[in-house]
């Protein structure tokens, strides 16, 4: 069964970092491409990150480009996105998607709060 599983959300003031890992099973993750998406309270899904199977290769949305950075440890089944500089318009939850290359499964989300 394909599971995954983020964690890593918290209540952060502005300026702050966090760091999202997303823990996948049930499936080889170093043959998937992965995306990072997010949903803002009240708002429609939005695209985050891809990261493609090796790690070598990621895109970024503008609205997060420079602050966000992707990457991942097939080794270990992990998926991380590590976000700084945070603003009020990152709150969201967070979810882990594998690419293949539609969005066939997603984790639960986690929740990522930005306010002072």
């Known amino acids: 069964e394909v599971q995954l599983v983020e964690s890593g959300g918290g209540l952060v003031q502005p300026g702050g970092s966090l760091r999202l890992s997303c823990a996948a099973s049930?499936?080889?993750?170093?043959?998937?491409?992965m995306y990072w998406v997010r949903q803002a309270p009240g708002k429609g899904l939005e695209w985050v990150s891809t990261?493609?199977?090796?790690?070598?290769?990621?895109y970024y949305a503008d609205s997060v480009k420079g602050r966000f950075t992707a990457s991942r440890e097939n080794a270990k089944s992990m998926v991380y996105l590590q976000m700084n500089s945070l603003k009020p318009e990152d709150t969201a939850v967070y979810y882990c998607?594998?690419?293949?290359?539609?969005?066939?499964?997603w984790g639960k989300g986690t929740l990522v709060t930005i306010s002072s």
């Open positions: 998607v594998r690419s293949a290359p539609i969005m066939d499964y």
């Open positions: 049930g499936f080889t993750l170093s043959s998937y491409s």
């Open positions: 990261i493609n199977s090796g790690g070598g290769t990621t």
